[in-house]
């Protein structure tokens, strides 16, 4: 029940970014901002070229790199605090294209403070403290990882957390496991350039899911690997609202009973 | 010039050493003491063998075995921290006419097809400390098989002649990339087997699974990562280092036992005096209580065991070249974890995983492990120390242009010049070229010159090549204070 409240709240959150004119999507070459707030405090911005606004999109889990495009997705933010000089993008997801060169821009930090490293709240429990088992009873669950546009790496601090969610829960239902891959081959134009992932891709993130699956201890003949292409948006909280960006994911359906 | 001597606690357990000395030979048969004491002309490092001293004799690391009339313990002395200086190997040198099975043609010469006996053909390891590793080209798996590289590899130069030999160069009957590392040193196995957390965030991946066990290891072994258990590490060295390929199950038992219980840090200064006195937790005893394999950022913070010399009391009885040389080392243990800078084109930091390019953080961003400073997850990281542009000159060490057949590099582009391609010789991934396995930092100071290719000299030479690559911007102050810290670990 919890689930599907989450997923309707999600599927309202989708709704209201996909209508509102506070969701963002561009192709840009990043800036860093130097800031010093501590460790990981520098600043990350991009500016949407169409518009010609500048935005902070540091808090997305993969930071940029200074010489490579990146591809934005998301939401301005409600509240802003201009710590590093742009307008506040949350949530917001960054994907990086190789293929695409940047001039490296670093900029000072011109009087703007960054802000401190705060642990998020997705990460992975050490070994010698681990999360809690999940009680039962244990319902088929679904857990949809997301993952960057055109890559199958798991990207820290949100999607590996989600896969140790999804193994720990496997364990402990010892239920069968069927992770689909999905890959989203459809060309998208954003920024006057048409991006379209290889239908490969839906297949090695379904094979890195399983790695990961197993490796922590979920028996490998209880996973069952396919894989599919352009899926239909899934409004789901692990894509923070930003469902476009759940094209390009791996599902990982847990059964409750023992197969 | 080292002297040896035992502690105290080693005398009521009635075993003595030759007194002076520093180079323990095959078959010594002198037994190991639960406490070592090893004096320089600095101080003194001390070996913990927690739970007792132990008999050599007919003790497979201590015994020759195979071809080569080595040991373990040949390259893996006591008196330099459980490895081997560039200098205690000019001595032996010196002491043996350049007989010792230290020089075995194999690894301890530039090249086993040269003059053996010629200083000339050992120029590596008298000067830089630096065997020669054999790498199979192309790279093989766990399983022997050939793994296709997405990378060429060419020779530009090879002062050494070896990647060009008939007998032992690519073009040989069993084709071999020579390159030339450090030894590593043989203690504190449980910080180094330790894991912390499950996975790797730097290649978004669990952490790697042993195929012989099919448990779950730490990755943290070897300067290129191609072995994934101590067990298969002892008998890649036997082959490759002893000439001995019929290690027993027991030997094997045995020299983990050894390797599970030594511990080696820094006991005394010759100003600053004990490491474990006026509240400090230096010293080997530290590291053998204390649990492995914890994030400094969540508990202990890395080296804090100096935390109590930020405030000495006045009253504390010491010398005022003790405290000045006390709070120095405190001082270089917070600039260690508070100092930031960016960190900037360094594949497992910059990518592929997402932490940014370029990323403000410290010394402790990597060297994250509580009293040991090695990495949690494993350390397969590129600080270029072997790889142009950022590597310093090494003229000495063969260079190679890897030309990377799919994607370019991250950092390097598709065309890479290099020393040592490092984990990519155990990958044959381009995206690993120059990434070695981050070091433990106890017991330095008997074990120069460091990093992987013996780049630098001395401990100061570390710091200034950190503070050239990431352009950190030190005081004369802060490296002096990170000198002393190193020096005290």
Known sequence: MQRIMAALLALLSFNSVAQADDAVRFISCPVYRDTDAGRKSGCWLAEERETGQRFDITQSATKPDWSMAVLVEGRIAQKQDNACGAKVLEPVRVSILPDQACTRAVIPAEGFPGRRFVLPPRNIRPLYAPDPVPPPPYTDKLFPIPFDYGRDFVVYQQSDWMLVNAATYAKASGGGVVITGYAETEPMTLSGQTLSEPASLARSRAEMARLWLVSLGVPADRVRVEWRLNPAPLADPAFDGLTETSRRRVDIRVSGQTP | ?489
């Not at chain 2, 203690?187 to 195929?211: C, E, Q, R, S, T």
């Not at chain 2, 370019?408 to 155990?426: E, S």
């Open chain 2, 1 to 489: 010039m080292k002297r040896s001597f035992v502690s105290a606690l080693a005398l009521l357990a009635a075993f003595t050493l030759p007194a002076g000395a520093t180079w323990w030979s095959p078959g010594d048969g002198t037994p190991f003491p639960a406490q070592y004491d090893d004096a320089d002309a600095d101080g003194v490092t001390r070996l913990l063998l927690d739970g007792g001293p132990m008999e050599t004799k007919g003790h497979p690391f201590f015994e020759a075995k195979g071809t080569y009339g080595r040991a373990c313990v040949t390259c893996h002395q006591p008196s330099d921290g459980m490895s081997l200086s560039a200098e205690t190997a000019r001595i032996r040198w010196q002491e043996t006419a350049g007989k010792d099975p230290l020089f075995a043609a194999i690894d301890g010469a530039n090249c086993p097809d040269l003059a053996q006996g010629e200083r000339a053909s050992h120029s590596l390891l008298l000067d830089h400390g630096l065997f020669r590793i054999a790498r199979p080209w192309p790279p093989v798996d766990h399983d022997e098989q050939k793994i296709e590289p997405d990378f060429t590899l060419e020779v530009v130069r090879d002062p050494t002649g070896c990647n060009a030999s008939k007998v032992w160069g690519l073009s040989s009957p069993n084709p071999q990339v020579s390159v030339f590392r450090r030894p590593r040193p043989v203690a504190n196995f449980k910080y180094i087997l330790a894991m912390g957390f499950a996975i790797d965030p730097k290649v978004g991946k669990p952490l790697p699974i042993d195929p012989e066990t099919g448990k779950m290891v730490s990755g943290n072994l070897m300067a290129d990562r191609r072995v994934l258990s101590l067990e298969a590490q002892m008998r890649d060295a036997a082959h490759s280092h002893l000439g001995f390929d019929a290690l027993t199950a027991d030997d094997i038992k045995r020299i983990r036992d050894f390797e599970d219980r030594i511990f080696v840090a820094r006991q005394r200064d010759r100003v600053g005096g004990d490491l474990d006195d006026g509240g400090a937790k230096g010293g080997p005893e530290t590291l053998a209580r204390s649990q492995p394999g914890r994030l400094g950022s969540m508990g202990a913070a890395v080296f804090s065991e100096f935390a109590a010399w930020e405030k000495i009391p006045a009253d504390a009885g010491i010398t005022p070249e003790q405290r000045a040389w006390r709070e120095s080392v405190a001082r270089g243990a917070r600039v260690f974890r508070e100092k930031m800078f960016l960190i900037t084109d360094s594949a497992g930091i910059n990518s592929p995983v997402g932490f940014g390019n370029p990323v403000r953080n410290s010394c402790v961003f990597c060297h994250n492990m509580s009293q040991m400073g090695m990495d949690v997850a494993p350390g397969q990281v590129d600080l270029g120390t072997t790889t142009m542009p950022f590597a310093d000159p090494q003229p000495h060490l063969p260079l190679f242009r890897l030309t990377c057949k799919g994607p370019a590099h991250p950092h390097y582009g598709r065309v890479i010049h290099t020393h040592d391609p490092g984990y990519a010789l155990t990958t044959g991934r381009c995206e690993d070229v120059g990434k070695i396995t981050l070091q433990t930092l106890r017991g330095l100071t008997g074990r120069a010159p460091y990093f992987a290719s013996g780049s630098a000299p001395d401990l100061r030479a570390v710091i200034d090549y950190y503070d050239r690559r990431y352009n950190i911007g030190y005081t004369e102050q802060e490296k002096r204070d990170l000198v002393n810290l190193m020096g005290a670990l």
